[in-house]
């Protein structure tokens, strides 16, 4: 069971060799080669035949057996971000799971899937100290600053789901969320 708390960023090595950054805010729990996930990590994970990595995340299931890739998961809602290689994602309401590989992301929110297209380089660029958003609710790229700034903010339900694009530093939080 594995936590880090809001601003700090925690490196993990599991026992199979995977390497796993933690977001702030978030926590791991990890049962053998499963795992349940609240927040975000980066995942960079050693291939080897015969071995499936899987995390699970507000009903999204990922699987890998070697890839670099970032999850996602806050509430009902889930993403995964793919630097490198392929995961298998699955979800309620899908006949088969997704394959989702280099450059694209995976979205589920409010029973909703989505996948586009985007810049590997870009996955978990808040191991860099920037939040990056493309075309995302509003009310997602929020939760994400709440998580780096510790500063509770609230989005009115009105303007949740309209989208933001930008670039939000993160090396000082209360900046960041003002």
Same mark, same amino acid.
């Given at each position: 069971?594995?936590?880090?708390?809001?601003?700090?960023?925690?490196?993990?090595?599991?026992?199979? #060799?995977?390497?796993?950054?933690?977001?702030?805010?978030?926590?791991?729990?990890?049962?053998?080669?499963?795992?349940?996930? !609240?927040?975000?990590?980066? $995942?960079? &994970?050693?291939?080897? *035949?015969?071995?499936?990595?899987?995390?699970?995340?507000?009903?999204?299931? *990922?699987?890998?057996?070697? =890839?670099? $890739? !970032? &999850?996602?998961?806050?509430?009902?809602?889930?993403? *995964?971000?793919?630097? !490198?290689?392929?995961? +298998? &994602?699955?979800?309620?309401?899908?006949?088969?799971?997704?394959? &989702?590989?280099? #450059?694209?992301?995976?979205?589920?929110?409010?029973?909703?899937?989505?996948? +586009?297209? $985007?810049?590997?380089? =870009?996955?978990?660029?808040?191991?860099? #100290?920037?939040?990056? $958003?493309?075309?995302?609710?509003?009310?997602?790229?929020?939760?994400?600053?709440?998580?780096?700034?510790?500063?509770?903010?609230? *989005?009115?339900?009105?303007?949740?789901? !309209?989208?933001? +694009? #930008?670039?939000?530093?993160?090396?000082?939080?209360?900046?960041?969320?003002?």
């Amino acid at each position: 069971d594995y936590r880090s708390t809001p601003g700090q960023v925690r490196q993990l090595v599991l026992g199979d #060799g995977t390497n796993v950054t933690l977001a702030p805010a978030s926590r791991l729990v990890a049962r053998g080669n499963i795992m349940s996930l !609240e927040g975000s990590a980066y $995942f960079d &994970v050693v291939h080897r *035949v015969g071995r499936t990595l899987t995390i699970k995340a507000a009903g999204l299931t *990922v699987s890998d057996i070697g =890839t670099r $890739f !970032e &999850v996602a998961s806050y509430g009902d809602s889930a993403g *995964v971000k793919v630097a !490198e290689g392929q995961v +298998s &994602v699955a979800a309620p309401g899908l006949a088969h799971p997704i394959q &989702v590989t280099t #450059g694209h992301a995976l979205a589920a929110e409010g029973g909703s899937i989505r996948v +586009s297209s $985007f810049t590997p380089q =870009t996955v978990a660029a808040w191991r860099q #100290g920037k939040l990056i $958003f493309d075309n995302v609710p509003l009310a997602l790229a929020v939760r994400d600053v709440t998580r780096y700034s510790g500063t509770k903010i609230n *989005v009115d339900p009105a303007i949740g789901s !309209e989208t933001f +694009s #930008g670039v939000i530093a993160i090396h000082d939080g209360k900046t960041a969320a003002r």
